[in-house]
């Protein structure tokens, strides 16, 4: 564990100092998430501005649900999508032969390898929206605390689909469209899942688990989450995380690499 973390240092020490060398780039992202949220919050606007709600969700709550939206894009933004979408360019260029000769898990090392600090923005906007919602509703940092259990479940999970969409490169090669059809599912984290009928609810929760990442924290977080759900978050998350190792280890067999 000790030499993984020392490696962890070792890559994002690196990545970051060559990622601020472009510095106007910081601004151009902050600007690109400053722009989304603006969109997002107008959206959401549009519901309540005649006095509608989402069965039961006030303003301030739909802005959790909001806020944690937005934590979720900045963590893929930073650590998912500049690392989880090279797996093609290893698999095209070849160099995936180098990753598996390296004295380390291969996936450790794909999921790690670098760190993006323009998903930053994001995260203090996300951030900043959480610190409002909580004053309006006075929401405690206990409460903050027990809602970031499901949501590193979250996280999780989030991570584990991705990178499991990644190894399919391996038979695929070209897979970019996938992975944005997962980002454009993931969209619809952004509203409470009581916002979608019934069907769609179901979908979302069952089939694609945008609710586990959204929804169930921002519910913890409010005083009305259910345990049930929590250990429901906590089943899939480590599910979808022991899933991704195995079939990264099945697709592996399926690699001939760039000398065969």
């Known amino acids: 564990m000790k030499r993984y973390l020392n490696v962890l240092q070792l890559f994002w020490r690196t990545a970051l100092a060559a990622e601020l060398e472009y510095r106007l780039n910081f601004l151009i992202a902050a600007l690109s ?14 519901f309540y501005r005649t006095g509608y709600t989402f069965q039961g969700w006030s303003w301030e709550e739909a802005l959790v649900i909001l806020g944690i939206f937005t934590l979720l894009q900045g963590f893929a933004a930073t650590l998912l999508s500049p690392n989880l979408n090279r797996i093609v360019q290893h698999v095209q260029q070849g160099t995936l032969d180098f990753i598996l000769l390296k004295p380390i898990s291969s996936q450790f090392w794909l999921s790690s ?6 998903g930053l923005p994001d995260l203090i906007f ?51 469209n996938v992975t944005e059809v ?12 009581v916002a979608y009928p019934t069907v769609y609810r179901f979908f979302f929760t069952f089939v694609v688990p945008v609710a ?27 599910g979808l995380l022991v899933v991704s190792g195995i079939f990264w280890r099945f697709a592996l067999r399926f690699y001939t690499s760039a000398s065969s």
């Not at 586990?212 to 480590?238: K, N, Q």
């Open 33 to 46: 998430s400053l722009g989304n949220l603006v969109g997002s919050l107008f959206g959401l606007f549009l």
């Open 113 to 118: 390898r670098t760190l993006s600090p323009w």
């Open 126 to 176: 996300a951030g900043i929206l959480l610190a409002y919602a909580g004053k309006r509703l006075n929401i405690s940092g206990v409460d903050y605390l027990l809602g970031a259990v499901p949501l590193v479940f979250g996280l999780i999970s989030l991570y584990s689909l991705w990178f499991i969409l990644g190894a399919t490169s391996i038979w695929f090669v070209k897979i970019y």
């Open 182 to 193: 997962l980002r454009g599912l993931l969209e619809a984290g952004r509203f409470p899942m």
């Open 212 to 238: 586990f990442l959204t929804t169930i924290p921002a519910e913890v977080i409010l005083g009305r989450g259910e345990f049930v759900w929590v250990v429901g978050a906590a089943i899939l998350a480590l």
